[in-house]
T-cell receptor, first 114, second 115 residues
Framework: DGGITQSPKYLFRKEGQNVTLSCEQN?????MYWYRQDPGQGLRLIYY???????QKGDIAEGYSVSREKKESFPLTVTSAQKNPTAFYLC?????????????FGPGTRLTVL | AQTVTQSQPEMSVQEAETVTLSCTYD???????LFWYKQPPSRQMILVIR??????QNATENRFSVNFQKAAKSFSLKISDSQLGDAAMYFC????????????FGKGTRLHILP
């Protein structure tokens, strides 16, 4: 089955620790994205990558880092510099390019920092 | 900067009835896409319907249709014959046609279906 997987579904970390969220896709998509969702809010873009070894900051990149070493994988690290990391994190991917390519979303990871 | 506003945080509708969710947006661009996404309790984001701004005809997908008013920058979603499985958060979203990166989301409307 083609799709996007995110693991784990729930993640707990102590304050001050870095944590890495996994996102893998087998759709052969070039572009991948990370969004953050807070209660009562829509999704906000953290980082995106349109090709391997390249990525750009979104609207709320501070305190986060990413890598894109493989086409299939786009892990997100939430660093200790992120002031309020508790949130729901969604990964998405698309074929990339113009004019229109639907973004497909993974099931998400709920991160709770204690 | 582009913005998307959903003024109804929650709505309820009787099963089998019709409901309309409202959305307004602000942009200086003339060519863009508008979307409605559904997020059920599983929290998986699902694309419900897409509208291309250069098309005057309103998009329709089975029981879901939109009323796109470009001049008024309004993009409402109508759900006909509401079903229990339609209960979810619904997000209105915008994307520039020439950019494959940022989708701008509204804050969502939680839709309850009353049996």
């Amino acid at each position: 089955d083609g799709g996007i997987t995110q693991s784990p579904k729930y993640l707990f970390r102590k304050e001050g620790q870095n944590v890495t969220l996994s996102c893998e896709q087998n759709l052969n998509h070039d572009a991948m994205y990370w969004y953050r969702q807070d209660p009562g809010q829509g999704l906000r873009l953290i980082y995106y990558s349109q090709i391997v070894n390249d990525f750009q900051k979104g609207d709320i990149a501070e305190g986060y880092s990413v890598s894109r070493e493989k086409k299939e994988s786009f892990p997100l690290t939430v660093t200790s510099a992120q002031k309020n990391p508790t949130a729901f994190y969604l990964c998405a991917s698309s074929i990339g390019g113009y004019p229109y390519n639907e973004q497909f979303f993974g099931p998400g990871t709920r991160l709770t920092v204690l | 900067a582009q913005t998307v506003t959903q003024s109804q945080p929650e709505m309820s509708v009787q099963e089998a009835e019709t409901v309309t969710l409202s959305c307004t947006y602000d942009t200086s661009e003339s060519d863009y896409y508008l979307f409605w996404y559904k997020q059920p309790p599983s929290r998986q984001m699902i694309l419900v319907i897409r509208q291309e701004a250069y098309k005057q005809q309103n998009a329709t997908e089975n029981r879901f249709s939109v009323n796109f008013q470009k001049a008024a920058k309004s993009f409402s979603l109508k759900i006909s014959d509401s079903q229990l499985g339609d209960a979810a958060m619904y997000f209105c979203a915008y994307r520039r046609r020439d950019r494959d990166d940022k989708i701008i989301f509204g804050k969502g409307t939680r839709l309850h279906i009353l049996p």
